[in-house]
């Protein structure tokens, strides 16, 4: 069972380098989107001077990993080094064994975007990092006053300025876009698509809505001491978490009871627990 915990991470980590190496051949590399991060500069290397992109990448990251160390941690430092050199050694590898799907920059841009955040998503929550401009953010931020996302920013910006430079702004522009779709997916893949809401409710009957909810759906509810500070009133906060085809029961129910009641409702992410899934502890 141990091994089992020491070996998974880097399992995954094979797995979405595998997938962000895919990216950069099949779509991104072939059509020069640079989007961003050491893997954009490596393509604008490329088709400049003809720079193998996989070692471009390798020779790039490790300097990058060493002087980030103490940031980074021993444990996240290995499977960095692990997840950059896997990266690098299968882009060079697949470069001549896979074909590049289309020559149009629109499609490759969005599907590149969305193929290399899932593999970096994987890659993060497999505990690495997809080293490049998050490192570069992680030192910006600690010599200079500026935030680690302040930093991220700052490096992509770089980046696809280069991009627009050597190549042209229309490039640049689309590798702007598949670097935002990247992000949205990383994120995707690390929160979980959305199944659930949360919904937070203040009533002067929150008793009756509590118990409304309870015979009506079968959800627990939280209370949580509030006070509103214009009339100085204390009133309980009501929180509870539904499945997204609840959400309509749910205000039917508490509309019902107190057509006043303030209600607000958000996407809730990985949701655990009673009524939804259990947690699956993963030692990463």
């Known amino acids: 069972m141990r091994l089992r915990k020491l070996i998974a991470p880097y399992i995954w980590i094979t797995v979405g380098s595998v997938v962000i190496a895919l990216a950069l051949d099949i779509f991104l590399v072939p059509n020069k989107i640079a989007a961003g991060g050491v893997s954009g500069l490596a393509t604008i290397l490329f088709h400049l001077f003809r720079l193998p992109v996989g070692w471009t990448l390798l020779v790039l990251n490790i300097p990058l990993f060493l002087l980030s ?17 896997v990266t690098s050694v299968f882009v060079e590898l697949l470069t001549t064994q896979v074909l590049v799907m289309t020559s149009d920059v629109l499609l490759s ?29 992680r030192l910006i931020n600690k010599y200079l006053p500026v935030t680690v996302g302040q930093g991220l920013l700052v490096a992509d910006f770089i980046v696809i300025s280069l991009a627009a430079i050597f190549f042209n702004v229309e490039l640049a522009l689309y590798a702007l876009l598949s670097l935002l779709i990247t992000s949205k997916v990383i994120d995707l893949v690390q929160e979980g698509i959305s199944f659930a809401k949360a919904v937070y409710i203040v009533s002067g009957k929150s008793e009756e809505i509590a118990q409304g909810i309870f015979q009506e759906l079968g ?16 009133r309980p906060v009501l929180i509870c978490v539904v499945g997204r085809t609840e959400e309509s029961r749910l205000k039917k129910v508490i509309y019902k009871i107190d057509p006043r009641a303030f209600v607000f409702i958000t996407d809730a992410h990985d949701v655990l627990g009673e009524g939804f899934k259990n947690y699956q502890e993963k030692e990463y």
């Open 69 to 85: 160390f103490r940031e980074l941690g021993w444990r996240v430092f290995i499977r960095s080094v692990y997840g950059a050199l």
């Open 109 to 137: 841009s969005i599907y590149g975007g969305i193929i290399s955040g899932f593999g970096m998503g994987i890659v993060l929550k497999a505990g690495g990092t997809t080293g490049g401009t998050d490192l570069v953010a």
């Open 219 to 234: 959800r627990g509810v939280t209370a949580l001491e509030g006070r509103g500070m214009y009339t100085g009133e204390d």
